[in-house]
T-cell receptor, first 110, second 114 residues
Framework: GENVEQHPSTLSVQEGDSAVIKCTYS??????FPWYKQELGKGPQLIID?????GEKKDQRIAVTLNKTAKHFSLHITETQPEDSAVYFC?????????FGKGTSLLVTP | DAGVIQSPRHEVTEMGQEVTLRCKPI?????LFWYRQTMMRGLELLIY????????DSGMPEDRFSAKMPNASFSTLKIQPSEPRDSAVYFC????????????FGPGTRLTVT
């Protein structure tokens, strides 16, 4: 089945800096790659996604890039703010099943 | 829209007791998913329904777990009998079409089995 690896597991940045989280996947048939943000005590919240026919997508301070040949995709957050602190999960859709990475705990310090 | 609704938000029960978790998907969505989140295993899919029919239950840990979806607006996940290793956060998610569209998660039920 699909295997999604996510790095780093923890990331600490200063407010205003950029943060990058990287994921790799194994199933070449995967065609949809969402990113979720999970705050303490809450469910995962979809923040951005990308489909296999697109190489990059941007939404304000958040961008995602996809390299299908290398089977990796990345989340980029610019001008980070303390409220960006949370656990971020990447996922790859294989059929109907979302396979998640293990998560990255992002801490943005003022 | 109210989003995916789950109840209860927290459940504490003793080993051997029956536990029932409930989910109301987003109106108009025809795909429903139950996930379990633990520190050790992360987020893992338990079961997937499409148009109220269970399509894949291969993620259900064992026969103690069962799930139903009697109509488009309600689903249950039952554990009988519960065991301490079932302690986790259980999420329900829904989608307009599980193979094509975004999955939206509920707030989860934190289950503790003592």
């Amino acid at each position: 089945g699909e295997n999604v690896e996510q790095h780093p597991s923890t990331l600490s940045v200063q407010e205003g800096d950029s943060a990058v989280i990287k994921c790799t996947y194994s199933d070449s048939a995967s065609n949809y790659f969402p990113w979720y943000k999970q705050e303490l005590g809450k469910g995962p919240q979809l923040i951005i996604d990308i489909r296999s026919n697109v190489g990059e997508k941007k939404d304000q301070r958040i961008a995602v890039t996809l390299n299908k040949t290398a089977k990796h995709f990345s989340l980029h957050i610019t001008e980070t703010q303390p409220e960006d602190s949370a656990v971020y999960f990447c996922a790859a859709l294989s059929g109907y099943a979302l396979n998640f990475g293990k998560g990255t705990s992002l801490l943005v310090t003022p | 829209d109210a989003g995916v609704i789950q109840s209860p938000r927290h459940e504490v029960t003793e080993m051997g007791q029956e536990v029932t978790l409930r989910c109301k998907p987003i109106s108009g969505h025809n795909s429903l998913f139950w996930y379990r989140q633990t520190m050790m295993r992360g987020l893992e899919l338990l079961i997937y329904f499409n148009n109220n029919v269970p399509i894949d239950d291969s993620g259900m840990p064992e026969d103690r777990f069962s799930a139903k979806m009697p109509n488009a607006s309600f689903s249950t996940l039952k554990i009988q009998p519960s065991e301490p290793r079932d302690s986790a956060v259980y999420f329900c998610a829904s989608s307009f079409d599980g193979t094509k569209y975004e999955q939206y998660f509920g707030p989860g039920t934190r289950l503790t089995v003592t």
